[in-house]
């Protein structure tokens, strides 16, 4: 009988340190035991029971809300990035290039592709076609700008389209890419099932996304710059604070490591693996198509 593991569901204990006028906000995350129905152990986690959207109390779905705004943090996105990750997101993005270059790669699709640095990056494979896909048009057109400036749009195609309902034809890729886009989908599971539909048997999948680190200190810490102060640097640089606060929030709430991992078997991908990055405030999933 087919059975998967429970990722940790998680309560939070606010606590508020006021010192120097400042409320800081810790979050404690308690591991809870599995749940278990019957003889089967079912996937849980806060992020599913609980859809994380930019603005929780309008009714827009959150595919909408994640359109509207990327594209009015568009213009400045790239430049936050490098603030908000000290430039090391450039270094994850090239150890993702690094494990696709293992595996063939003649046709790539880089889904969530924004204003295309990983397909930039990609470029430098020996490619017969790169796919960059993205929902929101704003920071689509910044991509094309860049891929055009680099004189690499005869091998990156940039598309306006939707991760959960993709336009192509059935085993069609050789790899799939992600960077810092899968906890954005509104409904994972079917993201991940028109992930494995477009790629060929055997085809790679590779996802960079944020994790939250295991250590204790690096937790606390982490969420402390997560919750405060990267929704006030996207405050001042962008004008958008709540844009950077749901970008902090879904961060804490998408299942990392091993929880992932039983969500994309559980998905119908095998040879899983995850690769953290930085003391664990990233992580690079790999995975196979059987």
């Known amino acids: 009988m087919e059975s998967y593991f429970t990722p940790p569901c998680y309560n939070y204990f606010h606590k508020y340190v006021s010192k120097y006028g400042l ?16 003889s ?10 609980k859809m994380i ?16 705004m990327f594209d009015g943090i568009s213009k400045r996105y790239d430049i936050l990035n ?17 494990l696709i270059k293992k595996h063939k790669h003649d046709n790539i699709l880089d889904i969530a592709t924004g204003t295309g640095d990983l397909v930039i990056e990609l470029a430098r494979l020996e490619t017969q076609k790169i796919i960059g896909l993205d929902i929101s048009p704003g920071m689509l057109a910044l991509g094309k700008q860049k891929v055009a400036e680099k004189k690499l749009h005869k091998r990156i195609d940039m598309q306006l389209g939707d991760s959960e309902a993709l336009h192509f034809d059935d085993a069609c ?9 899968v906890r954005n989908f509104e409904n994972l599971d079917k993201g991940l ?16 996304e944020t994790a939250v680190p295991k250590n204790v200190f690096l937790k606390g810490f982490y969420t402390l710059y997560t ?7 996207g405050k001042i640089l962008s004008k958008d604070r709540s844009a950077y606060q749901y970008l ?3 961060a804490a709430a998408f299942p990392c490591g091993e929880a992932f991992n039983n969500i994309l078997r559980k998905n119908g991908f095998i040879q899983v693996e995850d690769f953290p990055q930085t003391l664990g405030v990233s992580s690079i999933y790999f995975a196979k198509k059987p």
């Open 248 to 250: 902090s929030e879904s």
């Open 40 to 49: 089967q152990i079912t996937i849980f986690t806060a992020f599913m029971k």
């Open 82 to 98: 490098r603030i908000i990750t000290i430039g090391i997101d450039v270094l994850w993005r090239k150890r993702v290039v690094q």
């Open 227 to 233: 919750q405060n102060i990267m929704p006030l640097v």
């Open 193 to 208: 099932h028109e992930i494995l539909r477009v790629l060929k048997p055997k085809g790679t999948l590779v996802i960079l």
């Open 173 to 181: 890729f050789d790899a799939v890419t992600i960077a810092f886009g």
């Open 53 to 68: 959207k930019p603005v929780q109390n309008n009714p827009e779905t959150k595919k909408k809300q994640v359109t509207k």
């Open 23 to 38: 409320n800081i906000r810790i979050f404690i995350f308690l591991a809870q035991k599995p749940r278990e129905h019957g």
